[in-house]
């Protein structure tokens, strides 16, 4: 004992237990766990596939089926003594990441599409659990029926599990592949969600009710442990909730602190986590239920089910999560899989839970009004199976209600359909027939309008009508430059350019200090022209639990007729309070993106229109020829105006000179012409943002040297004559190069002028 006190100095074996200090292999089974878990998910990450898989591989690669067979690897990396306590801290682990989940289900959201979310979520549960019924049979007969070494059950106790296990929806999994894909606020995301929500609540209730009949023998007794998980529900949803409003919002004042969660705050909401998982623990109900119920009282107002998860998922999701799905995976033993009767069952497992998803699914969606292809996806979504399998199967192994080798062929079948879901989404639900949807549904919404106006005033319908049929037709007709031309050529004349009309400016908001370049952008071009604003703040989706609760938060109030989601965001805030005070017409969007997909998630949007005007503004840390390229050349096939603001006209910063290379200024000087040399030495000033007078303007020329003057052209025209009645402007011009003094343009801006 006091060599294994005195540490590898005094002869103590690291990796040997010790009952006097457990601590010391958990600290390296951890390590081993998360490193490799980590390492497994980079290339994973790159075809965007979910955590969790990474994790159960972790575990897969440890256990019998890889370096397991390795002689005396388990005896020295898990030693069985060592087991109970990675249990007893994965337990730990699930029961928070189970309150998580919790908190992302959204009541108020199932409330708003109650028959779309029990329509397709019962009916997409529906097919899969009644094939998963059908599978028991075999299953029981053929692994648990003569199983050795497990306790005697019922079969009805059996065939539930396994319908369980082949109906179950991973929610969590599902909203971040929505968030990825930009599916969140399609109809086809909101179909999913609310179907997810109650597949999600329901395969729980289920997967309780298996497990109070595995625990008890007695007919009575599963009654009694039933009817007290109901009243624990009830005293949960309730008194409880309504007591834990209250004391948030009227005694601690939790919801009108910007800092919230407090510390108390979430020391109160913990405990009654893990007090309702001791509970339904103790009643002989697994724990984890008693910490999902909890969470999905947490009150949603103030966004503060996202402050609190953001304070507490960090560990949870980096260590102790990571642990529970590595012995989830510690458990599979592929090489159990010995015979082709077993490999059989897995795939056909894979096959019934695909085809049941899917088609229950399709049907459901299809009912609902969706398109086949859009119904299609939203069965290939409802598929996934992810973290929530895991846990379910890990609870029927610990329940010992399921063998070893069928929990393998299980685990292999989520591992699989997780795996399918992202690419057969892409597949049957591609950027370009999403857009057709979108549009389709645009041209209906149209037409509706123009119904609901025929009948207030028949006489004021006709001009309505072709209006929205001009429109349908723009948006149909894929080549800009031939519209352009039509519409916008030597016939054009002064009115038509004083007519011409910007549907929208668009601006990207992205912090604070793009905040203050588009509101000097506003001041700049609408002091005299009420253009309406549409304001964007693209934020980058990680892989915190919080951010996929924003993300799905979201369809809140996509619905509402201002799309005002600036509730959910303090700097939109700010520009809508700008905009008000002004008059100017203000809507807003938050919008999450993977750091490759920015440009792609910015320009391919439905609610632009040709019309619309995109000004990006390039900051101070974002400015590079680089990104302006990349910018320019994701934005070519996007038809509506777009244009890249950049200020690098000011004073140089001379503490910026002194501090960079004389000599590389130098070598860029020789190796550029001597157009380049202005930009080579153009400098940011530190304070351009906060400084409105770097943005004063004193003269405008606007430069046109084409035959018949375009779109473009009119645009430019447009914002020329904004421009004119700003303040301060000494000079305006215009540069008609290749146009000679006789010709038609030159008599129209003449006379425009």
Avoid at 40 to 53: C, E, F, G
Avoid at 371 to 386: A, D, H, P, Q
Avoid at 659 to 678: G, H
Wanted: net charge negative; hydrophobic share 45%.
């Amino acid at each position: 004992m006091a060599g294994s006190t005195s540490g590898i100095i005094g002869g103590m074996d690291p990796l040997e237990y010790n009952s006097s200090s457990p601590y010391t292999i958990f600290f390296f089974q951890l390590i081993v766990i998360v490193t490799i878990s980590q390492l497994l998910y980079i290339p994973l990450s790159k075809i965007k596939q979910p955590r969790v898989i990474a994790e159960v591989l972790t575990g897969i690669i440890l256990s019998h089926t890889v370096l397991g067979r390795i002689p005396n690897f388990t005896k020295y990396m898990f030693p069985p003594e060592s087991i109970p306590g990675l249990t007893l801290v994965a337990n730990i682990g699930i029961c928070l990441l189970l309150f998580i989940v919790g908190c992302e289900v959204d009541v108020k959201f199932i409330k708003m599409h109650i028959v779309t979310a029990l329509g397709v979520g019962l009916f997409n549960m529906a097919v899969p659990f009644g094939l998963g019924c059908a599978c028991a049979i075999g299953l029981w007969k053929d692994y648990r029926e003569n199983a050795e070494g497990l306790p005697i059950i019922k079969f009805t106790t059996f065939m539930v599990f396994i319908a369980v296990a082949m109906c179950i929806t991973a929610f969590p999994v599902l909203v971040r592949i929505l968030t990825e894909l930009r599916l969140v606020k399609d109809r086809v995301g909101t179909v999913v969600l609310a179907a997810g929500i109650t597949n999600d609540l329901l395969g729980w209730v289920l997967l309780a009710l298996s497990i109070t009949l595995a625990n008890s023998s007695q007919s009575l007794v599963t009654l009694y442990i039933v009817l007290v998980a109901i009243g624990w529900c009830l005293f949960i949803c309730f008194p409880i909730r309504i007591l834990l409003n209250y004391l948030l919002k009227n005694i601690m004042k939790e919801f009108d602190d910007p800092n919230n969660p407090s510390r108390l705050a979430t020391t109160i909401i913990l405990l009654l986590m893990f007090s309702s998982a001791f509970f339904t623990d103790i009643i002989g109900v697994h724990p984890i239920f008693g910490a999902f119920i909890v969470g999905c009282i947490v009150p949603r107002e103030n966004d503060y089910v996202i402050k609190l998860t953001s304070r507490i998922e960090d560990l949870v999701n980096i260590l102790l999560v990571p642990v529970y799905f590595g012995i989830a995976g510690l458990n599979v033993d592929l090489g159990l899989l010995n015979k082709g009767l077993d490999w059989g069952w897995a795939f056909g497992l894979i096959g019934v839970a695909m085809v049941g998803k899917i088609n229950g699914g399709l049907i459901a969606a299809k009912l609902r009004g969706l398109y086949w292809r859009e119904s299609l996806t939203v069965g290939v979504l409802m598929s996934c199976k992810g973290i929530v399998e895991i846990v379910v199967l890990q609870v029927g192994l610990n329940a010992r209600i399921i063998t070893q080798k069928t929990y393998s062929m299980f685990i292999f079948m989520a591992l699989i359909t997780t795996f399918l879901t992202t690419p057969l989404t892409i597949y049957c639900y591609p950027d370009s027939y999403k857009e057709k949807v979108q549009l389709r549904l645009l041209e209906k919404q149209k037409l509706i309008n123009a119904k609901k106006l025929k009948d207030e005033n028949e006489t004021e319908i006709e001009t309505e009508t072709d209006d929205i049929n001009n429109e349908v037709m723009d948006d149909n007709d894929s080549d800009d430059e031939y519209i352009d031309d039509e519409i916008y050529g030597t016939s054009i004349n002064g009115k038509d350019i004083e007519n011409f009309k910007l549907n929208k400016i668009i601006l990207t908001v992205e912090d604070v200090e793009s905040l203050s370049t588009d509101l000097l952008i506003l001041d700049l071009l609408l002091e005299n022209a009420k253009v309406p604003i549409h304001a964007i703040n693209l934020k980058t989706l990680t892989e915190r639990t919080a951010d996929i609760l924003h993300a799905s938060m979201l369809y809140e109030t996509s619905n509402d007729h201002d799309h005002d989601y600036n509730s959910l965001n303090s700097i939109l805030s700010v520009f809508k309070i700008f905009c008000r005070y002004n008059k100017i017409p203000f809507t807003s969007e938050i919008l999450y993106s993977l750091p490759e997909n920015y440009a792609q998630t910015l320009f391919d949007n439905s609610t632009f229109c040709k019309n619309d005007l995109l000004i990006l503004p390039i900051t101070q840390k974002q400015y590079s020829f680089d990104k302006i390229s990349y910018i320019i050349k994701s934005s070519k096939n996007f038809q509506f105006n777009k244009a890249i603001f950049i200020n690098n006209t000011q004073e140089i910063n001379e503490k910026a000179i002194n501090e960079v290379n004389k000599e590389e200024i130098a070598n860029n000087n020789n190796n550029n012409n001597n157009n380049n040399k202005n930009e080579t030495m153009s400098f940011f000033s530190e304070n351009t943002i906060l400084n409105p007078s770097a943005f004063d303007v004193s003269s405008v020329t606007l430069y046109l040297n084409n035959s018949k003057l375009t779109k473009k052209d009119i645009l430019g025209l447009k914002l020329l004559s904004i421009l004119i009645k700003g303040k301060g402007l000494h000079k305006a011009r215009i540069i008609l190069d290749n146009i000679t003094l006789e010709s038609k343009i030159n008599d129209d801006i003449s006379q425009w002028i």
